[in-house]
């Protein structure tokens, strides 16, 4: 069993690949080319935003949406402490000051009132908040109509950290739509996953579109005239072709994603132990993953790796008590929601490809670790 089956869905589509693939092979514009730029036209329809710029990976994604904002040293930007890494490393990567916000315990994204406090708290210490990064994690929307009300009150930049969510949404409005950039990741593992790395950013800013497509060559507007500092993170056309295959049958698997994670409660529901992500009213996860909380998690883990039933935990570690964030001078119990989360969360197996057999041999396993 895999924890994500990409082989089955290669299978699936593999004659549509790999004509993709060898069209672009025989075309030889492998960076920068058609595919590139009509990938970029057809997720901004689906997103629902005015433009999209393909980049090299989602944390290039953060990266550039960032610095086309003028975000970097002297600035500060709140996010979550319960997400990736590259989420708050692209803060530091721009010389901007990371203040972190506790989670709501139920959905695990950032909590707006978490956020307010922190916003207040740093304004008295003198720091200069520009930006909010709101993580929508496993597939599940942030908080983001909250958020960009707040932001647009206060003047604040919203990102969206989209890179699990592409293809959620709230009410009509897709991941990656709200507030001023969203990012999205391509890696194989996402949603939409690509045969490597690769990302996009959605903005309805035409004028940051600019700046974003700049940088993302090395801040060059005209051939050898860099107008900007940038770096290279271009998306390549061999991943954007893939893509664009792929994107043709991301709504089916949407909704399979929905008949797959609607099993995992259905077959789970009478283990009252076990507590799923809240998905609120009007919300639509992709479930790019489909996380649980349990007690005993790693003992649960190590019981389901003995079976052959693949796990993850995302995350172990909440990112203020990483080492490689020592400096900020968070400790434990600063953020206790977080804390509790990284104890108890664990994810199971979720593609769209997973069969009703597996799912129950799951659930099985799982309710006889427990009834033991």
């Not at 997103?47 to 999209?52: C, D, L, Q, R, T």
Request: net charge negative; aromatic share 10%; hydrophobic share 40%.
């Amino acid at each position: 069993m895999r924890f994500i089956d990409l082989e089955r869905q290669y299978a699936i589509y593999k004659q549509e690949i790999e004509e993709a693939a060898l069209r672009v092979l025989r075309s030889t514009r492998y960076i920068l080319g058609e595919d590139v730029e009509a990938l970029e036209r057809e997720l901004a329809s689906f997103v629902g935003a005015k433009e999209a710029i393909g980049v090299s990976s989602g944390t290039d994604a953060l990266y550039v949406a960032l610095k086309a904002f003028d975000i970097g040293p002297g600035d500060a930007v709140i996010t979550t402490p319960f997400t990736f890494v590259a989420t708050a490393e692209v803060i530091r990567r721009l010389g901007a000051r990371v203040v972190f916000a506790d989670v709501n315990e139920e959905t695990m994204n950032l909590d707006l009132d978490e956020v307010i406090k922190v916003w207040e708290r740093a304004r008295h210490q003198g720091l200069n908040i520009k930006a909010i990064i709101a993580v929508s994690l496993f597939g599940l929307p942030a908080d983001l109509e909250a958020l960009e009300e707040f932001c647009t009150q206060n003047d604040l930049l919203l990102i969206e950290d989209a890179c699990q969510s592409l293809g959620a949404a709230i009410g009509t409005r897709r991941s990656g739509s709200f507030g001023h950039a969203g990012a999205v990741s391509f890696f194989p593992a996402k949603p939409l996953g690509a045969c490597g790395d690769g990302g996009m950013i959605f903005t309805n800013d035409k004028e940051a579109a600019k700046r974003m497509r700049a940088i993302r060559v090395h801040g060059q507007t005209a051939p050898y005239r860099h107008e900007l500092e940038g770096l290279n993170a271009r998306l390549d056309t061999l991943q954007a072709a893939i893509l664009r295959v792929k994107l043709r049958h991301f709504p089916k698997e949407l909704e399979q994603r929905q008949t797959v994670a609607q099993r995992y409660r259905d077959l789970l529901q009478e283990l009252h132990l076990i507590r799923f992500q809240h998905i609120p009213p009007r919300y639509f996860s992709c479930y790019a993953q489909f996380t649980i909380r349990v007690p005993q998690r790693d003992e649960l883990a190590r019981h389901l790796n003995s079976l052959g039933i693949p796990t993850a935990v995302y995350y172990p570690c909440p990112l203020h008590l990483q080492p490689a964030f020592a400096d900020l001078g968070y400790s434990p119990g600063d953020f206790p929601r977080a804390e509790l989360l990284s104890r108890e969360v664990i994810s199971l197996p979720m593609h769209p490809f997973l069969t009703l057999e597996e799912q129950k041999f799951i659930a099985q396993s799982i309710k006889g670790f427990y009834e033991v």
